[in-house]
C-alpha cells in the first residue's frame, strides 16, 4: 500500500449539472414506472385529504359546544368513529403507499445501478489504469444506495405539498386576513432552507468522496494484503487507514451538524410566526374581527400547518444528498471514451492478417511509445516481441486489442481499419493472458467455459486434457472441480497458467496475445505450459510478448524493439548468427534459462512419447 493519502479525490470526469438536467435525467428512470406513480400519486392524495380531516372533525367538535345535550353526544359519537375510521384508513393507506414506493425506488435504483454498472464495463482500459476501482465501485453502490434512501422522501414531499394546500383552504374558510399573514410567513423557511442548499450540496458531495476514499483504502489493502505481509507493513496499512477514515469521520461530522442545524433552525421561526399569528390573532379578536373561538381554532391547525411546512424546507436539503449522488453517478456514466470506433461493422470470422501503418502512440502527455510505426503479421504466424523494459511491446498488443486509442497512423486486421469494428464481436475472435493471469471466483471447470459458457463438462475436460494428456489434473484436489478461490490463489502460478490456457483452448481465438508471466515454474509445468501454446500457435495468428526461452524460440519471428522501433527481426537462428542486439539480450537475459529450457524439452518429449 503506502499510496492512499488522507484526504477527498475528485475524479477528472466529474462534471457539474444543473438541477433541470438532473432532475430531468432522473425523470427518465421514473417513466417506465408511469402507472405505479400513478397509483401512489392517488394513494399520496387521499392520505393528504385524510390528514387534513381531524383538524377539520376537531372544529365540528368544538363548534358543537354551543348545540343541545343530546345532539352534542351524538356528534360526540360520530367524531370518536370518525377519528378511528380515519386512523384505520390512514394506517392501511400509508402501508400500501409504502410497499409501492419501495418497488418503485428499487426498480428505479436497479436501473441506475445497471446503467452505471454497463457503462464502466464499456470504459477503456485506459480509464481503469487511470481511477482507483474502490472509488468506481463506490459511486456504484453507496451513491445509488443514497439516491434511493433519498427518493423515499420524495413521496412524503407531494404527501406534505398535498396536506398544506389543504390546510390552507380550510384556513381560509377560518379567516381569510390571518390565512393571508401566515402565507406571507410562510416563504421565510424556504428562505432560511435555501440559504442552506448549497452548504448542504458541498457538505454532501465530499462526504461521498470521503466515502469513495474509505473504500478505495480497504480494497487497496485487502488486495494488496500478502505483498503487506511479506514486508511486514500490516501497521503501516492501519495507519494509512485511520487517517483515511478519520478524514470520512470528520466530513461525516459535518454533514451531520449541517442536517442537524436546518430543522432547529426553521422550527426557530416557525415558533416567530406562530408568535405573530397569536399577538395578531388577539388583536383582531380584540376588535371583534374574529371570535375567540375562531381564534383557537386557527391557530390549533396553524401548528398542523408548521409540520409539513419545516419538512417541505428541510427536504430540500435533505435532497442535495440525492442530487450530490446522481451528479457523481452520472458523471461516472458520462466519462469521454478514450477509443473512438468510426463504424461498428460485425466480425464474424478473422483470418488474423494484421498491419500497423506509420502508427504513432503514447499514454497521455506522456512520452511517445511509438513513432511512424510499421508492421505486418501475416496469417497463421507466430511473432514474438522481445526487448528491455518501455520497449513498447505491450503497448502493440493493447493497440491491436483495441484497448488504447492511436494518435496517428492505421491499424489494419484483415485489410479493414480496425476502428471500424464493432468492439464487442471483434474481441470475441481475440485470445488475451495478461502477464498476471486472472481466474475468477468458482470452479476450475466454470473458468474454462467462461468464454464459451454453453460447454458442457465432458467438452471442458476433453479441452483440459488436450494439455499435457490432462495430467495436470492430478495435482488438483477435485480436479475440475476444485475451487479457485478469490483470484485463483488456492491454486499455483503454474496451474493457473495451464488452467488460463485451457479457457483460451476453449475460446479458440482467430487472433491470441500472449502476455507471458515471469513467474518461474517447475520443468514439467514449463513443458505442460510450452505444450498447450504449441497447441494454440497452431492454425492461427500468435503475438508473444516473451520471458520465456522456449516461447521464443518456438515463434516463428521474433521482433526485437528499442523505444517503439524495430530494430532487428528473424528467427531465433538467424537473429543469433548476426551477433546484434537480440544476441546480448540473449546472452545477458536468457541464457541462465538455458538449463530449464533443456531440462523442459526433455519432459515435453517424455510427455509425447
Known amino acids: 500500500m503506502g499510496m492512499m493519502r488522507a484526504g477527498l479525490t475528485n475524479e477528472a470526469y466529474d462534471r457539474t449539472y444543473t438541477n433541470r438536467q438532473l432532475f430531468r435525467r432522473i425523470a427518465t428512470y421514473f417513466k417506465p414506472s408511469g402507472r405505479q406513480m400513478a397509483i401512489l400519486v392517488l394513494l399520496v392524495t387521499v392520505i393528504s385529504f385524510t390528514g387534513a380531516l381531524l383538524p377539520v372533525l376537531i372544529a365540528w367538535g368544538v363548534g358543537a359546544l354551543d348545540t343541545t345535550f343530546m345532539a352534542r353526544r351524538t356528534l360526540e359519537i360520530a367524531l370518536v368513529v370518525g377519528v378511528l375510521v380515519i386512523g384505520v384508513a390512514n394506517w392501511l393507506l400509508n402501508w400500501a403507499r409504502r410497499i409501492l414506493t419501495v418497488q418503485l425506488i428499487s426498480n428505479v435504483v436497479l436501473a441506475m445501478r445497471t446503467d452505471a454498472f454497463a457503462a464502466v464495463m464499456n470504459h477503456d482500459m485506459s480509464f481503469f ?57 410562510a416563504p421565510v423557511a424556504f428562505i432560511v432552507a435555501g440559504g442552506y442548499r448549497s452548504w448542504a450540496r458541498r457538505i454532501t458531495r465530499k462526504s461521498q468522496q470521503a466515502v469513495a476514499d474509505v473504500n478505495a483504502s480497504i480494497q487497496e489493502a ?20 485511520l487517517g483515511v477514515n478519520s478524514a470520512s469521520y470528520a466530513i461525516h461530522v459535518q454533514r451531520g451538524f449541517v442536517l442537524a442545524l436546518i430543522f432547529p433552525t426553521l422550527q426557530f421561526f416557525a415558533g416567530v410566526g406562530t408568535a405573530l399569528l397569536l399577538t395578531a390573532g388577539g388583536y383582531y379578536t380584540y376588535l371583534g374581527v374574529i371570535s375567540a373561538g375562531a381564534w383557537f381554532l386557527f391557530m390549533n391547525s396553524v401548528a398542523l400547518f408548521w409540520f409539513p411546512m419545516i419538512n417541505l424546507s428541510a427536504f430540500w436539503s435533505q435532497f442535495q444528498a440525492a442530487l450530490s449522488a446522481t451528479e457523481r453517478i452520472f458523471g461516472l456514466m458520462d466519462a469521454e471514451p478514450a477509443v473512438f470506433q468510426t463504424a461498428s461493422k460485425p466480425v464474424t470470422t478473422l483470418h488474423g492478417d494484421i498491419k500497423f501503418d506509420r502508427v504513432s502512440f503514447r499514454y ?103 494439455i499435457g494428456g490432462g495430467d495436470w489434473l492430478e495435482t488438483l484436489p477435485d480436479g475440475l472441480n476444485t475451487d479457485v478461490g478469490e483470484r485463483g490463489a488456492r491454486l499455483s502460478m503454474g496451474q493457473r497458467q495451464l488452467v488460463v490456457l485451457a479457457r483460451m483452448l476453449a475460446q479458440d481465438p482467430a487472433i491470441f496475445i500472449l502476455d507471458e508471466a515471469t513467474a518461474s515454474v517447475d520443468p514439467f509445468t514449463e513443458a ?82
Open 129 to 185: 489504469d487511470e481511477y482507483q476501482s474502490g472509488r468506481v465501485v463506490s459511486r456504484i453502490t453507496s451513491d445509488t444506495d443514497e439516491f434511493g434512501r433519498v427518493a423515499v422522501l420524495i413521496t412524503e414531499l407531494f404527501t406534505q405539498i398535498l396536506l398544506v394546500i389543504i390546510l390552507v383552504a380550510y384556513l381560509f374558510t377560518i379567516n381569510w386576513q390571518m390565512t393571508l399573514l401566515l402565507l406571507l410567513l
Open 222 to 241: 485487502v488486495t494488496g494484503i500478502s505483498v503487506a505481509k511479506n514486508f511486514r507493513r500490516e501497521q503501516g496499512i492501519y495507519d494509512e487507514f
Open 364 to 466: 497521455g502527455e506522456k512520452e511517445q511509445v511509438l513513432r511512424d510505426f510499421t508492421l505486418h503479421i501475416q496469417p497463421g504466424e507466430s511473432v514474438a516481441l522481445v526487448g528491455h523494459t518501455g520497449a513498447g511491446k505491450s503497448s502493440i498488443a493493447k493497440l491491436i486489442t483495441r484497448f488504447y486509442e492511436f494518435q496517428d497512423g492505421r491499424i489494419l486486421v484483415d485489410d479493414q481499419d480496425i476502428r471500424t469494428f464493432d468492439l464487442q464481436s471483434y474481441r470475441r475472435r481475440l485470445g488475451i493472458v495478461s502477464q498476471s493471469p486472472f481466474l475468477f471466483a468458482g470452479t476450475v471447470a466454470d473458468n474454462i467455459r467462461y468464454a464459451v459458457p454453453a460447454l458442457n463438462d465432458v467438452a471442458v475436460e476433453q479441452i483440459a486434457r488436450q
Open 528 to 609: 505442460q505450459i510450452q505444450a498447450a501454446l504449441d497447441l494454440i500457435f497452431r492454425n492461427r495468428t500468435s503475438i508473444v510478448i516473451a520471458h520465456r526461452l522456449s516461447t521464443v524460440k518456438a515463434c516463428d519471428r521474433i521482433i526485437v524493439l528499442d523505444h517503439g522501433r524495430i530494430i532487428e527481426a528473424g528467427s531465433h537462428d538467424t537473429l543469433m548468427a548476426q551477433g546484434g542486439h537480440y544476441a546480448g539480450l540473449y546472452d545477458t537475459y536468457f541464457r541462465h534459462q538455458s538449463l530449464a529450457y533443456i531440462e523442459s524439452r526433455r519432459a515435453a518429449s517424455a510427455l509425447a512419447g
